[in-house]
């Protein structure tokens, strides 16, 4: 009885609060008000319902009150709620500095806590925007400085580093206009994140530099929050430099312990990182006690997941490694990350659907990947073979793509391929673990998944909106035709104004799909091995399928019976250095090197392509080779299958045993070919010639030959000619939309290029102008028979980003590009042989093939040895759909006016004879 009085009495209490509370009408709540409603009962819904109601007077402050408390007081889910807030609060704001802060915040929040990037780059742009009227507005560093973080985590290291600089410079701007601790404080911040930046690039020197120089602020102003955060910084520095020297790991230690000693703010992660350096030292004892202490600080789930998962590296990595230990703490790790997700077993792994509800997805994808390395290395460590713990760790690497499918979603164009480098390794142990298992599908499906990720998204895109009714493909179309608009605004310098509507316009596009059209997501998959072998191949014809690793190369060949042969190649010193000459070989004349060539070319061979097509070598006729990394520079038709004595005369080469064509990847080869539209090919040729010098270019010796040779191909209504003074850039764009098939004849820069490029009579056009062009949807074939038009930068799980990568992305079925500086006067006697077989029926591929070896042929007929070599005729590769192409030339159509008008006059003739 005297417990239910005490019970209503309590009802009483918390029922005269909330009167009291929602009776009063404030001027804004602040966040000790916000506090002592939380303690007094009101959830964090209640919060937010209260800080928008008619009671409150000034609902802007509030809410930006209320999304400083959820990030304060780590309530559920608080960095999502905290956005909210500070989003909600621009709907009442009219302050413009006010709502630059909004922004600032937000962009914060997402780039630092939700790890979507794509919004925080767009609320961080639109906060500097704002505070740029306002140059003393001490927030304005901070936006510069939030970019500068979140292009680091991109991956883009020169972004970045241009964005701390501006973001100290204006820091140094607001100082001397009015020195204030507060705006000190944004200055070592500054300092601080910048130094993060250089640990990660590797200017170890200029990193400690920067952190100094944020500790002497720190401790001028009193800020030891921020000096505890300064400290940890600078010994994760001294962490990395262990590796040069083990006296550094005691440096470290040293000033973690420092930071402890100052604050005891992130305690329990002073301690996990301690316990790392102890690790990494190999001090196992110290590691394993550290964590465990770490373990008795931690505050939240989330941070004992960190803190269990060193544990598990602990258990794995140390002297008598513990597998079952280990596995268990990276379960508990897990466990902790995901919220209805409670199953102990290191063998079961959250679905997709619980995934996705992760707000840490960065830190659970080192949490499964650990976990399923783990389980791989402990199959690898039986003398009896337990082939179910392969199992356990494909199943784990399964949850990881499952997971980067999440990730990726909100990140922009570079942070995809950001991660996909980073994932790599991952990958790599994934191909490792299908490859010992034998399971030839998730084999295949891995080996693919690492693969031209950005190309493959486009072409479904380019398909889905094809696919759409008119109406929602007008949609569509608007929202891409502004991003388009905006890009081509950058593409002329940049611009804050277009950067922002460009972000704001992808954001749109990324959002209507997701929200609209889910099948478009639904989608994304990568082609069966099944349906591959039945698209793509026949009798006559293979593909070989490569992953090039750390530790190995992996591949796969497969035939249309879908029979199989899987091959791992072992990546040693020897095998990177042959590869390396091999491809330094095509910089200089070859015939001047002589026997080196058929050495490597035949050790080459015999390393990385006979042990794949053995099985059924002298079967096949044909190959689609699907290369990565290194291998993408080397040209398949001019390895040597056999040694002969006599080099140059009687060199025999792949070309003489298969037709070779390549792709980025099988799933968008067949997305390609799938796209194919029979139509009649209408040339846009492109000749600048540089006759005078243009531009500083050499001449380009037979541009005249070789253009009215292709002319002769093609009837008039069906050509379109751009020579010497005709191909500007402003001409191309023009005309591109108008044809089925590019030809560019210049000169192009690509090795070593950050932004490939090919030279037009008056300007340059790089992969920005490709990427903004209008071509048109039929565009079947690009041929750029231009130096280097097939190299660029390597990005890893996209390939070689190049000019005609670049011409993919737009939807071209099929690329002609070259691999190395060609020999000009050799590319008029290989493409007039090209077009010639076009003309007579031959698919793409084949009429490259056959150029190629009528030339040879007509080399060896003439004991010209000198011009045999693969430097003067195997440059050209040929990548995507192979298809026939129906060509007519003037000729042709002049032969039915001929009978036409023959026929109409026989006519004539026969009606007054008749008459």
Known sequence: MKSCKMFLILIMFFLSCFNTLYAQNIKFVSSSDYEKFHEQGMSSDELFEYAVSEDVE???KSLRNLGAYYIK???????????????KSLEFDQTQDLRGYAHYMIGEINQKNLANFRLAEFHLQKAIEILLNNDQHGFLGACYRELGTLYRKRGDIERSTLYFNIAIEKQKDILAKKDTAKKQKQMAKAYHAFGNLLEESGDFKASISNLKKAIEINKATGSDIELTKNYISLADVYDRLGKQNNENYNKAISFYKKAAEVSDVDADIIQNNIGITYLKSKQFGKAKNTFEQALNLSESKIDSAIVYNNLGDYYLYN??????????????AIVCSVSGFNNAMPSSNPDKSILKESIIKKDLLTFLSEKAICWLKYYESETQKDRNKLDAALAAFQAVDSLVDLMIFDYGKGTKLFWRKELKLIYEQAVKAAYERENDSLY???LERSKAILLLEQLELNTFIENLNETHRNILENIYSEIITYREALNEGYDENASIQLIEAENKLQ???????PAYYESMNVVEMSEASQKLLNDSTILVNYFFGKEAIYAIAINSRGETNKHKIIVDKQLEKDIEEYIKLFEREIDKVGGVYQDLANKLYEKIYHPIIKPWKGQFTEAIIIPDDQLSFIPFDALVPYRKENYAENLHYLIDEQCTRYAYSTTTLVKQKASVQNTRASLLSVFPAFEKRELDQEQIPDSKRLHNSISAFFSKENHKSLYYEKATLDAFKKYAANYSIIHIHSHALGRGMHFPKIYLIDSLLTLRDIEILNVSKYLDLVILSACESNLGKIKSGEGVYSLANGFAHKGAKSII??????NEDKTPILFSSFYQSLKEGKTKGRALHEA????LSELRNSDDYINMTPDKWAGYVFIGADNTLTISDDSYSSWWYYLFGSLLVFGLVAWRFKK
């Open 58 to 60: 000034d609902k802007a």
């Open 817 to 822: 590009a070259g691999l190395w500086e060609l």
């Open 73 to 87: 007081k780590h309530l559920t889910k608080n960095y999502i709620k905290s956005r909210n807030a500070y989003l």
């Open 511 to 517: 959002s209507t799909l997701k929200e609209k059209y």
């Open 852 to 855: 190629k070896k009528k030339y």
């Open 444 to 446: 295949f499906y891995f």
């Open 319 to 332: 002297s008598n490694s513990n597998f079952e230990k280990a596995l268990a703490n990276y379960q508990k």
